[in-house]
C-alpha cells in the first residue's frame, strides 16, 4: 500500500531541515501542509524553504497562489488529494510536512464542506462588529462553539467574525466541519511529532525571528503593505511590522511582538495536536529512533 508520511510540530522545532532527509531516504516529493507558504512573496516571513533546500528534493503546495487569491481548508483538501492520486503513481511514499492544523487534518480525516456565507449574514455580523466591537461576537462563539473559541486567536477578529459567520449560516458550531467521522483514504497515514521542551523551542522561535529580519523581514513586508487588508497578511510577522509602519510602535517592540506572537502560536499548534493519538513523537535529534521508526512503519512496498 502506498503510504503518505505526515510530518508535523510546532512552529520552528525543525520541520524543514526532516522533510529533505526523508525526502532524500525515500526519494519522495514534499507536499507543504503550511496555509501561508502557498503565498507568493512571503519566502522569509513564512520561513519557506530556500531556493537550496527546494533543489534538494521536489516541494508541491509552496509559493504557488498570489497573495489576492482565496483558499481554504476545502480546497486544500481537493487539491491534495489529487496531488496524491498522481504522485503515488510513481511514488510509493509521498511526505507532507507543515504545521497548519485544519490543513493537516483536511488531508488526514477529510472536512466537510464549509457553507457560503449569506450576504445578509455577512453584512449584519460587519455592522455588529462595527457598532458594538469584538467582544459580543466572541461571546456568541464562546456560546456556539466553546471549542472553536478556546482554539481561535481571539484577536483575529477576521477569524472569530469568520466562525460566527457560519456558526450562524449553518446552525451548527464552525468547528463541527473537521469533526466529522475521518474518510477513508485509500493509503496508509503514518504521523511523525516533533517536539522540543518549551524553553528550548522558544529559544529557536526567538533565533528564527533575529534571523528574519536579518535576512529582510522588513522590507519583503513594506513591499506587501500596500495589501495589508487582505487575509493572507493577517499572519504574525508581518501584522506586527505593519503597525510599526504606522506608527503604533517602535520597530524593536514589533520585534518582541513577533517573537511573542509566534510562540503564542505554537503553544495552539501543539493544543491541537495533543488531541491526536495517532501522532508519535521525536525529539528533531533523535535522528536514529525517527528512521527505525519509519523503517517498520512506512516500508516500501
Same mark, same amino acid.
Given at each position: 500500500?502506498?503510504?503518505?508520511?505526515?510530518?508535523?510540530?510546532?512552529?520552528?522545532?525543525?520541520?524543514?531541515?526532516?522533510?529533505?532527509?526523508?525526502?532524500?531516504?525515500?526519494?519522495?516529493?514534499?507536499?507543504?501542509?503550511?496555509?501561508?507558504?502557498?503565498?507568493?512573496?512571503?519566502?522569509?516571513?513564512?520561513?519557506?524553504?530556500?531556493?537550496?533546500?527546494?533543489?534538494?528534493?521536489?516541494?508541491?503546495?509552496?509559493?504557488?497562489?498570489?497573495?489576492?487569491?482565496?483558499?481554504?481548508?476545502?480546497?486544500?483538501?481537493?487539491?491534495?488529494?489529487?496531488?496524491?492520486?498522481?504522485?503515488?503513481?510513481?511514488?510509493?511514499?509521498?511526505?507532507?510536512?507543515?504545521?497548519?492544523?485544519?490543513?493537516?487534518?483536511?488531508?488526514?480525516?477529510?472536512?466537510?464542506?464549509?457553507?457560503?456565507?449569506?450576504?445578509?449574514?455577512?453584512?449584519?455580523?460587519?455592522?455588529?462588529?462595527?457598532?458594538?466591537?469584538?467582544?459580543?461576537?466572541?461571546?456568541?462563539?464562546?456560546?456556539?462553539?466553546?471549542?472553536?473559541?478556546?482554539?481561535?486567536?481571539?484577536?483575529?477578529?477576521?477569524?472569530?467574525?469568520? $466562525? %460566527? @459567520?457560519?456558526?450562524?449560516?449553518?446552525? &451548527?458550531? /464552525?468547528?463541527?466541519?473537521? *469533526?466529522?467521522?475521518? !474518510?477513508?483514504?485509500?493509503?496508509?497515514?503514518?504521523?511523525?511529532?516533533?517536539?522540543?521542551?518549551?524553553?528550548?523551542?522558544?529559544?529557536?522561535?526567538?533565533?528564527?525571528?533575529?534571523?528574519?529580519?536579518?535576512?529582510?523581514?522588513?522590507?519583503?513586508?513594506?513591499?506587501?503593505?500596500?495589501?495589508?487588508?487582505?487575509?493572507?497578511?493577517?499572519?504574525?510577522?508581518?501584522?506586527?511590522?505593519?503597525?510599526?509602519?504606522?506608527?503604533?510602535?517602535?520597530?524593536?517592540? $514589533? %520585534? @518582541?511582538?513577533?517573537?511573542?506572537?509566534? &510562540?503564542? /502560536?505554537?503553544?495552539?499548534? *501543539?493544543?491541537?495536536? !495533543?488531541?491526536?493519538?495517532?501522532?508519535?513523537?521525536?525529539?528533531?535529534?533523535?535522528?536514529?529512533?525517527?528512521?527505525?521508526?519509519?523503517?517498520?512503519?512506512?516500508?516500501?512496498?
Amino acid at each position: 500500500m502506498n503510504t503518505l508520511i505526515v510530518l508535523l510540530g510546532p512552529t520552528a522545532v525543525g520541520k524543514t531541515a526532516w522533510s529533505l532527509r526523508i525526502a532524500r531516504k525515500y526519494g519522495s516529493p514534499v507536499i507543504s501542509a503550511d496555509s501561508r507558504q502557498l503565498y507568493k512573496d512571503l519566502a522569509i516571513g513564512t520561513a519557506a524553504p530556500t531556493p537550496e533546500q527546494l533543489a534538494q528534493a521536489t516541494h508541491f503546495m509552496v509559493s504557488t497562489l498570489a497573495l489576492t487569491d482565496y483558499y481554504s481548508a476545502s480546497r486544500y483538501e481537493e487539491d491534495v488529494m489529487e496531488l496524491l492520486a498522481q504522485l503515488f503513481k510513481k511514488h510509493p511514499v509521498v511526505l507532507l510536512s507543515g504545521g497548519s492544523m485544519m490543513y493537516l487534518d483536511a488531508v488526514c480525516k477529510g472536512i466537510d464542506e464549509i457553507p457560503t456565507v449569506s450576504p445578509d449574514i455577512r453584512q449584519t455580523l460587519r455592522a455588529e462588529f462595527e457598532q458594538y466591537g469584538l467582544e459580543p461576537i466572541l461571546e456568541e462563539l464562546k456560546m456556539k462553539d466553546p471549542q472553536h473559541y478556546e482554539e481561535v486567536d481571539r484577536k483575529n477578529y477576521r477569524r472569530v467574525i469568520h $466562525a %460566527v @459567520e457560519i456558526c450562524r449560516m449553518a446552525g &451548527r458550531p /464552525y468547528s463541527s466541519f473537521r *469533526m466529522r467521522q475521518p !474518510k477513508e483514504r485509500p493509503f496508509r497515514i503514518v504521523k511523525i511529532g516533533l517536539t522540543r521542551p518549551r524553553a528550548e523551542l522558544c529559544e529557536r522561535i526567538n533565533q528564527r525571528v533575529d534571523q528574519m529580519m536579518a535576512d529582510g523581514l522588513e522590507n519583503e513586508a513594506r513591499k506587501v503593505y500596500p495589501l495589508r487588508h487582505l487575509n493572507a497578511l493577517n499572519t504574525v510577522g508581518y501584522k506586527e511590522l505593519f503597525q510599526y509602519f504606522e506608527g503604533e510602535w517602535p520597530l524593536e517592540t $514589533a %520585534v @518582541e511582538k513577533i517573537k511573542r506572537n509566534t &510562540r503564542v /502560536y505554537a503553544r495552539k499548534q *501543539m493544543t491541537w495536536f !495533543k488531541r491526536d493519538n495517532e501522532i508519535n513523537w521525536f525529539h528533531p535529534d533523535d535522528e536514529a529512533a525517527i528512521f527505525h521508526f519509519l523503517d517498520e512503519k512506512a516500508p516500501v512496498n
